[in-house]
């Protein structure tokens, strides 16, 4: 069997996603207990106890949620469909615990200025990136104030200099491979996760370019968030690992005798609420309970994960070079069987 590098992986003839492909341990591990690998790391100045993000979608990412995943050690980005925003700029007493925030390309300077002024991120959240405007508007934030800016979403490193020169100091990657996203299927654009997320890196390294890499969509499970890191990105964006917790937008629904809450895309028509082309899905969530519980269900897939791969630290995990590329049955073969 083949052992593939990032390279080789990127030299592959298929576009690769998370699916296709899992880390191999091929040195003895030192570590005894998961408990042992620290999963710490910087992002955009920021501490972090776990790689994770969440994504601003509005049944993902309030105010709520934002501060509990503070709390548990990771970044919340509050999405900018709901009146969250407002509430964030008229007292800086309700962001406490809250540091990053989506915006619109059209949302008002004066906006901006006050979430500046509080210190937090900005992500401009556009679904493409690679665009005249996006760039503009981050090189505006960037001449004017000394917040820091996410910019998405890109599936290629192709433009990778130019975002990195309007100003960005983070990027989101993928286009298409979010769960209720369907931009790839109305659009025929994006390539699988892996080979998007490799792309990017690459073109990072080539020119040694000063920003950070967030892997967004199609992460299913922590094993995923491992898989991701391992690939080179700082952190992981999640939607649907995220979305049905008490700490998500939106009521709970008791249905069939059973609780779920609603999650849906960001270009679904339940955001959009009127006739214009929709790239999203709505759909419904089985009730998750609280989202520690996940955080913590992530955290101990990392750390088990870091273990095998004898990775005491995040950044040690990023520079394994050890995958194996699975067939069809070798990836079912993987799955719990009932």
């Known amino acids: 069997m083949k052992i593939f590098s990032k390279q080789d992986l990127q030299n592959y003839e298929l576009s690769l996603t998370y699916d296709d492909i899992s880390l191999i341990p091929t040195q003895i591990s030192e570590i005894r207990s998961r408990v042992e690998p620290i999963t710490k790391t910087s992002f955009m100045g920021l501490e972090l106890g776990l790689p994770v993000i969440s994504s601003p979608m509005d049944s993902v990412t309030g105010n709520l949620m934002a501060k509990e995943l503070t709390n548990s050690g990771c970044l919340g980005v509050v999405n900018r469909f709901d009146s969250s925003l407002q509430e964030l700029t008229s007292s800086s007493a309700k962001t406490q615990g809250i540091k990053a925030v989506s915006i619109a390309l059209n949302t008002p300077f004066s906006v901006i200025e006050q979430l500046a002024e509080l210190n937090l991120i900005i992500c401009i959240d556009t679904a493409n990136a690679n665009n005249k405007a996006v760039l503009q508007k981050c090189e505006e934030i960037k001449s004017k104030t000394k917040i820091k800016v996410m910019l998405g979403n890109i599936a290629h490193g192709a433009t990778l200099r130019k975002l990195v020169d309007a100003g960005a100091d983070s990027i989101r990657i993928g286009i298409g ?91 679904s028509f339940g955001v959009k609420m009127k006739n214009e082309f929709i790239e999203g899905e709505e759909t419904m969530i089985p009730y998750k309970g609280v989202v520690k519980n996940v955080i913590d269900g992530i955290s101990d897939g990392l750390r088990s994960s870091m273990s095998y791969m004898n990775c005491k630290t995040i950044e040690e995990l990023r520079k394994i070079n050890t995958f194996s590329i699975l067939s069809n049955s070798s990836y079912l073969e993987r799955l719990p069987k009932k």
């Open 177 to 267: 491979g979010g769960s209720v996203c369907t931009t790839s299927i109305q659009t025929g654009i994006g390539i699988g996760q892996v080979s998007s997320l490799l792309d990017v890196y690459f073109a990072r390294e080539k020119d040694n370019l000063k920003i950070e890499l967030i892997a967004d969509g199609g992460i299913k499970s922590p094993g995923d968030v491992a898989k991701a890191i391992a690939l080179g990105a700082d952190v992981v964006m999640l939607g649907r690992m995220l979305a049905g917790t008490k700490e998500t937008p939106g009521e709970v629904i008791k249905y069939n005798d059973q609780l779920w809450k609603k999650y849906r895309g960001s270009a």
